[in-house]
């Protein structure tokens, strides 16, 4: 079985300011790697994605994420935040049974 | 276009009251799934069809029923509705492992 553990509920950070949203998973066997977001009042819209190659994964709204094997991690990062960026980001795992497995969440909360 | 679209997306039950959920997607997609989406618990399957007559358990499908009659549409069904049912329903399709498309979600109180 596998899961998704998002370490950080909420985090908040003000304007301009970069952030890092912790994403750990477990699975015995590989797997592939997403981050989605979700603003309020909406569905989940896909912001990355980590299949294979480069640990390194560029996103929509300059959003990045690196793969980590060893720490089984897959952290997602931006620079410079906007007070756009407020809404929850989920971190997802998918293997071959056809079902992704999503974390509890984060909540990024931008301030002015 | 429309993409994955649910109806309704606001609905409230009295407990033991039955009522189905609609999904329809207009992108071709063989893979469909239910989620439901409660505080703190990220997002949780429910059930979910690989193709046109085809369903799925998930993880939590106890109390849930599905029907894939048409490729396009993927219905979810409660017999005898619960509070522990209250949530915020999300339907979603696919093509590409792990690549999915959301309706915009279906919020469901039970009293």
């Known amino acids: 079985a596998q899961s998704v553990t998002q370490l950080d509920s909420q985090v908040p950070v003000f304007e301009e300011a970069p952030v890092e949203l912790r994403c750990n998973y477990s699975?015995?066997?590989?797997?592939?790697l997403f981050w989605y977001v979700q603003y309020p009042n909406q569905g989940l819209q896909l912001l990355l994605k980590?299949?294979?190659?480069?640990?390194l994964v560029k996103g929509i709204n300059g959003f990045e994420a690196e793969f980590n094997k060893s720490q089984t991690s897959f952290h997602l990062r931006k620079p410079s935040v906007h007070i756009s960026d407020t809404a929850e980001y989920f971190c997802a795992v998918y293997n071959a049974g056809n079902m992704l497995t999503f974390g509890g969440g984060t909540r990024l909360m931008v301030k002015p | 276009n429309a993409g994955v679209t649910q109806t309704p997306k606001f609905r409230v039950l009295k407990t033991g009251q039955s009522m189905t959920l609609l999904c329809a997607q207009d992108m071709n997609h063989e893979y469909m799934y239910w989620y439901r989406q409660d505080p703190g618990m990220g997002l949780r399957l429910i059930h979910y069809?690989?193709?046109?007559?085809?369903?799925a358990k998930g993880e939590v499908p106890d109390g849930y029923n599905v029907s894939r009659l048409k490729k396009q549409n993927f219905l979810l069904g409660l017999e005898s509705a619960a509070p522990s049912q209250t949530s915020v329903y999300f339907c979603?399709?696919?093509?590409?492992?792990?690549?999915?498309?959301f309706g915009e979600g279906s919020r469901l109180t039970v009293l």
């Open positions: 699975s015995s066997v590989s797997v592939y």
């Open positions: 980590y299949l294979s190659g480069s640990t």
């Open positions: 979603a399709s696919r093509w590409l492992p792990g690549e999915l498309f």
């Open positions: 069809s690989v193709g046109e007559g085809t369903t």
